[in-house]
Every structure is written in structure tokens, then in C-alpha cells.
Nanobody, 123 residues
Framework: QLQLVESGGGLVQPGGSLRLSCAAS????????IGWFRQAPGKEREGVSC????????NYTDSVKGRFTISRDNAKNTVYLQMNSLKPEDTGVYYC????????????????WGKGTLVTVSS
């Protein structure tokens, strides 16, 4: 069964850090572009960051540039999102998703989705 599982979410104070993980089972992530998305209460799901299968290309939404870093370890079949200097507006459910071969992370283009992990930034 093809599955993506996110972990690492939780409650953190503003200015704190979290590291999210996205682990794949049933398929090899090395052939996939991986994206991180988030959805805040009452808002649409938005793209946060994207990484190509080889890690050659990455991109970030403007609001997280300089604070978040996406990386991957294909040997461990896992992708990470390091989140620093967290702000209350970063609160939401974070999802990872995979797209076969093609680079680019738009919600409608992704082939597989995880169930999400909740990140809450609050004092």
C-alpha cells in the first residue's frame, strides 16, 4: 500500500523550531518531487515548499523564505521540513505530497498525500 506519513508536529512558542518528517512506504520517494503544504483553519490549502527528486531544485512560498528549509534523504525514503523562527501565522495542518517525475508542487498536480500533522504556534 502506497503511503505517506507526516510526523513532528506539535505546540511551539513563537520563535521556536520544529522539524517535520514525511516518510514513504510502498514506493521509492527518489522518483518523486515532494511538496509540503499547509492548511490553516478556515483557509485553503497552500503550498509551502517543494523539492525535486534529486534535491537540485527547491522553492518556498514568500512567507517562509529564510525560515524554513526543505531537504530529503532518499536512502531513508524521507523528506524533511525544518521550520525555524515560527510565527502564529504558521499554525495549521501540514501535509506532504508526492508527484511522480515532474517538478512543481501545485495542489492539483500531486499524486499521493499524507494525512497531515498539526503545527500550533502559540504562547
Amino acid at each position: 500500500q502506497l503511503q505517506l506519513v507526516e510526523s513532528g508536529g506539535g505546540l511551539v512558542q513563537p520563535g521556536g523550531s520544529l522539524r517535520l518528517s514525511c516518510a514513504a512506504s510502498g514506493f521509492r520517494l527518489e522518483y518523486y518531487t515532494i511538496g509540503w503544504f499547509r492548511q490553516a483553519p478556515g483557509k485553503e490549502r497552500e503550498g509551502v515548499s517543494c523539492i525535486s527528486s534529486s534535491s537540485y531544485s527547491t522553492n518556498y512560498t514568500d512567507s517562509v523564505k529564510g525560515r524554513f528549509t526543505i531537504s530529503r534523504d532518499n536512502a531513508k525514503n524521507t523528506v524533511y521540513l525544518q521550520m525555524n523562527s515560527l510565527k502564529p501565522e504558521d499554525t495549521g495542518v501540514y501535509y506532504c505530497a508526492a508527484r511522480y517525475r515532474m517538478y512543481g508542487c501545485h495542489v492539483g498536480d500531486m499524486n499521493y498525500w499524507g494525512k497531515g500533522t498539526l503545527v500550533t504556534v502559540s504562547s
